[in-house]
T-cell receptor, first 115, second 116 residues
């Protein structure tokens, strides 16, 4: 049973550059979530997909952030014109269809450092 | 808006002693409640959840949690702590009455230190 995978695991970039992260959910899961976690804090919700449709976006997701899930399988999160405040761990999670009682399964995260 | 509070940044216990990690929540409707654990350089691992039914729920690695609606709490417990339980623990809530209820709202986390 393969879990949620994320690539890359670490990314160091210079301020102003664009970065893209990839998430591969558990294969039978149709729901996919992105969260951001800064040091010493709990994860904060960014966005949610059901299949290929992006159904929810947090106010944290500024215009510089965009997420896609083109075929309802893997997802990408792109940050344009990165800022130092974007440095964080970006977590992807997936869950199965059905009621909201299904737990989310998290990937190992992508740690972004903006210098 | 839904919120979660974990009042203790760190909990220290001796191996073999019982442990409790506290969590209180605020939602407008009925909650779904979850506990996750995070080890260094790892993603969050699901421990247990409360959806409905028995207020005492059992989860992975011998952990359990008690849902208390009147106190809006969902404390995590284990009868006998292990050194390997040392990690960061997060409580999370999903509000059933919130139309944007797919997101989880997490607490700030509690670091559990179990000493031999």
């Amino acid at each position: 049973d393969t879990g949620v995978s994320q690539n890359p695991r670490h990314k160091i970039t210079k301020r102003g550059q664009n970065v893209t992260f990839r998430c591969d959910p558990i294969s039978e899961h149709n729901r996919l979530y992105w969260y951001r976690q800064t040091l010493g804090q709990g994860p904060e919700f960014l966005t949610y997909f059901q299949n290929e449709a992006q159904l929810e976006k947090s106010r944290l997701l500024s215009d510089r952030f965009s997420a896609e899930r083109p075929k309802g399988s893997f997802s990408t999160l792109e940050i344009q014109r990165t800022e130092q405040g974007d440095s964080a761990m970006y977590l992807c999670a997936s869950s199965s269809a059905g009621g909201l009682g299904y737990e989310q399964y998290f990937g190992p995260g992508t740690r972004l450092t903006v210098t | 808006a839904q919120s979660v509070a974990q009042p203790e940044d760190q909990v220290n216990v001796a191996e073999g002693n019982p442990l409790t990690v506290k969590c209180t929540y605020s939602v407008s409707g009925n909650p779904y409640l979850f506990w996750y654990v995070q080890y260094p350089n790892r993603g969050l691992q699901f421990l247990l959840k409360y959806i409905t039914g028995d207020n005492l729920v059992k989860g992975s690695y011998g952990f359990e949690a008690e849902f208390n609606k009147s106190q809006t709490s969902f404390h995590l417990k284990k009868p006998s702590a292990l050194v390997s339980d040392s990690a960061l623990y997060f409580c999370a809530v999903r509000d059933l009455h919130n139309n944007a209820g797919n997101m989880l709202t997490f607490g700030g986390g509690t670091r559990l230190m179990v000493k031999p």
